[in-house]
């Protein structure tokens, strides 16, 4: 059934009238206009991202303010849902972070503000699209709206990859200088938020979630964002891939779709292999480095080139000493710091670096808690456990492997895949009914 379909089906409890396959169209745009507009967050910057003495303007801090007006202007359920356990830790860490960065001018001898003033707009920025995260969580509510959002994040996914397929240096010479100076760290990013992306959708599909539509326009959206990322010389996000879908597979074993996912996974990484030239170049000198090269950088693992992780992570966590209450500050890195201004490569590591054990600790639980909110009974009942858990599996995974979750649109994402689950009312807010496996459950069978 399409999504005109569900609207002609659904629309008398919105209020509205319609007939008519354009008719249905409409009244989804209507009702809930942030389902259309959350894929455009995603497009690829098509020139229009300039670098400031801050940062780096992206198109998406341009438009996420049209969303947040949409986001607003929409209904929320005034049920207890699920993403209400998220909020306290999210509010103390931004809170927490705050401190550490406005206490920067008394702890280092600076002659100027402008380190505050940095770090203050990447505060700013987490803030911003945190709340954009937060604000679509609390709009995905009822199976109808959910089984449209998931059309969404088809959309952002394939979006995602059209994004790497667009900013290829290889073939654009004109961007090979950027892609050497910052845009490799851009694409590294994109690469890990369609890995969970990936790994959320795919456990979807697995369970058999969807009608033949919805099914067969994952398989798309899902090829075509992997299809991206195999040109991104994302390492970070291929390895969180793996991680999600090894996790999939052990939850699932025994299930005749997970084999079928799992060969196409290793069937798309051999159509990979050959077609792209940079693919194939990552993959070679991650496999088979050159040992002159892992002897100079003291790196690898069992003969794997792992970027000298383990050596930058360990040099870096040392360093948690100096500040160990408070951290530097967010995103306060180079001069009296005493961080590196390429930092850990590590999200987690630098959370402890920069705001302190305290602030380590809340980004923990957050995790933990969108963990421990995949493993409930609603998301159960729903068929949202698996699919919520993979995805995490491979956020840790990528997030371990560089700082990915600052803000921007792969914090948003990653927000995003949390919405199903996070909408979700809860249970015990008033008991056990049967309605409510009904009025929840997208799946036939319970994945997770």
């Known amino acids: ?113 402008r380190a505050l003033y940095f770090s203050m ?36 996914i394939a979006m995602l990859g059209i994004s790497l397929l667009t900013l290829r240096p290889e073939r654009d010479p004109r961007l090979a200088a950027q892609a050497a100076a910052e845009g490799y760290k851009a694409n590294n990013a994109i690469s890990v938020g369609i890995a969970f992306l990936a790994c959320y959708l795919g456990a979807l599909w697995i369970a058999g979630y969807g009608d033949r539509l919805w099914r067969r326009a994952a398989v798309a959206a899902i090829a075509l964002g992997l299809t991206g990322s195999f040109v991104s010389s994302g390492r970070g996000g291929w390895v969180a891939a793996l991680a999600g879908v090894a996790y999939i597979i052990m939850r699932r074993r ?46 690898g693992i069992l003969g794997i080139d792992e970027g000298g992780r383990l050596g930058i992570w360990r040099h870096a966590a040392l360093k948690l000493v ?13 001069g009296p710091s005493g961080l590196s201004t390429t930092g850990s490569h590590n999200f987690f590591i630098q959370m402890f670096l920069e705001t302190g054990v305290v602030g380590g600790l809340l980004v923990l639980a957050i995790f933990r808690r969108m963990w421990l909110d995949a493993g409930s009974r609603e998301a159960r009942i729903a068929g949202l456990g698996l699919p919520l858990r993979a995805a995490l599996v491979a956020a840790v995974v990528g997030g371990m492997g560089g700082e990915y ?23 015990e807010a008033f008991g056990w009914r049967r309605a409510a496996r009904r009025q929840w459950a997208d799946t036939p069978r319970v994945a997770g």
């Not at 998406?60 to 607003?72: A, E, R, V």
């Not at 798309?268 to 496999?287: I, N």
């Not at 100096?322 to 180079?334: D, E, W």
């Open 1 to 113: 059934m399409t999504p005109a379909a569900w609207a002609v089906q659904n629309a008398g409890g919105a209020g509205w009238r319609v007939t008519g396959k354009w008719s249905g169209y409409g009244v989804l745009l209507l009702e809930y206009p942030w389902l259309f507009y959350l894929p455009l967050l995603f497009l690829p910057n098509l020139g229009l991202a300039r670098p400031t003495a801050f940062g780096r303007l992206e198109i998406s801090d341009f438009l996420i303010w049209g969303y947040l007006s949409c986001l607003l202007l929409a209904r929320r359920s005034r049920q207890q849902v699920a993403a209400d356990r998220l909020a306290p830790p999210m509010l103390a860490f931004l809170a927490w972070a705050l401190v550490s960065t406005l206490t920067i001018p008394f702890r280092y001898d600076y002659t100027d503000n």
């Open 254 to 299: 025994g299930a005749r779709t997970a084999v079928v996912f799992l060969v196409l996974v290793a069937l798309s990484g051999v159509f990979a292999y050959h077609s792209f030239p940079e693919f194939r170049k990552d993959v070679d000198r991650t496999l088979s480095p050159d040992p002159r090269y892992l002897q100079k950088y003291g790196s």
């Open 121 to 156: 707009l990447k505060v700013a920025k987490l803030t911003l699209y945190g709340l954009a995260g937060w604000l679509t969580v609390t709009r995905v509510g009822g199976a109808f709206v959910r089984r449209l959002y998931h059309w969404s994040l088809l959309g952002v």
């Open 405 to 427: 979750f600052y803000g921007g649109t792969v914090l948003l994402a990653l927000l995003s895949v949390y919405a199903p689950v996070g909408g979700l009312p809860r249970l």
């Open 322 to 334: 100096n500040a160990p209450l408070l951290g530097t500050g967010f995103f306060h890195r180079g």
